[in-house]
T-cell receptor
Framework: DTAVSQTPKYLVTQMGNDKSIKCEQNLGHDTMYWYKQDSKKFLKIMFS???????INETVPNRFSPKSPDKAHLNLHINSLELGDSAVYFC????????????FGSGTRLTVV | DQQVKQNSPSLSVQEGRISILNCDYT??????FLWYKKYPAEGPTFLIS?????DKNEDGRFTVFLNKSAKHLSLHIVPSQPGDSAVYFCAASYGAGGTSYGKLTFGQGTILTVHP
């Protein structure tokens, strides 16, 4: 059983399109995250939700909108995709605010052409 | 402004020898540090962590050392095995609530290659 699953694994799309990445965790964790791994390989936080409530919203363009229908799901919707959005996006979950470590999904490689 | 840095992009070690991966940080508010291991096409997996009240934490072949005065931590793997070949990320966090809740700041990773 996959603990944190995100779909799709690969996403190739044209500039200007709108796309969504889905994430689900079956660990019973109360906090979920979206991280972006850029071309320099840094993993940077985008959003964090705790029990469906937005906790962290880093400096991310308004084109990115997270949605958490319940504490087991955190989806990421991206409007008007740009070339610079190409990256690997990782979903993660944790208990106790991350102090015991995250469990990551396997990532979604987004390529905007 | 990168608050967590891993200045060695790669490290190559012979099987059975010690691997030492280094990490430096600038934010003195960080009070918890973690190491993650990542294989290609997979997400990072949690390896070991250390609280700022300690200077060493050991788990099997893996030991993390923290030098708060130098704002430096290191991960030692002894003995190194070919299966340890992966990208290793250092991460740091602070606080238990507010806007920092659960946020991890990652370094850019070090590629470890263990040769048989």
């Amino acid at each position: 059983d996959t603990a944190v699953s995100q779909t799709p694994k690969y996403l190739v799309t044209q500039m200007g399109n709108d796309k969504s990445i889905k994430c689900e965790q079956n660990l019973g964790h109360d906090t979920m995250y979206w991280y972006k791994q850029d071309s320099k390989k840094f993993l940077k936080i985008m959003f964090s939700y705790n029990n469906k409530e937005l906790i962290i919203n880093e400096t991310v363009p308004n084109r990115f909108s997270p949605k958490s229908p319940d504490k087991a799901h955190l989806n990421l919707h991206i409007n008007s995709l740009e070339l610079g959005d190409s990256a690997v996006y990782f979903c993660a979950s944790s208990q106790a605010g991350g102090k015991v470590g995250y469990t990551f999904g396997s990532g979604t490689r987004l390529t905007v052409v | 402004d990168q608050q967590v840095k891993q200045n060695s992009p790669s490290l190559s070690v012979q099987e059975g020898r010690i691997s030492i991966l280094n990490c430096d940080y600038t934010n003195s508010m960080f009070d918890y540090f973690l190491w993650y291991k990542k294989y290609p096409a997979e997400g990072p997996t949690f390896l070991i962590s250390i609280s700022s009240i300690k200077d060493k934490n050991e788990d099997g072949r893996f030991t993390v050392f923290l030098n708060k005065s130098a704002k430096h931590l290191s991960l030692h793997i002894v003995p190194s095995q070919p299966g340890d070949s992966a990208v290793y990320f250092c991460a740091a966090s602070y606080g238990a609530g507010g806007t920092s809740y659960g946020k991890l700041t990652f370094g850019q990773g070090t590629i470890l290659t263990v040769h048989p």
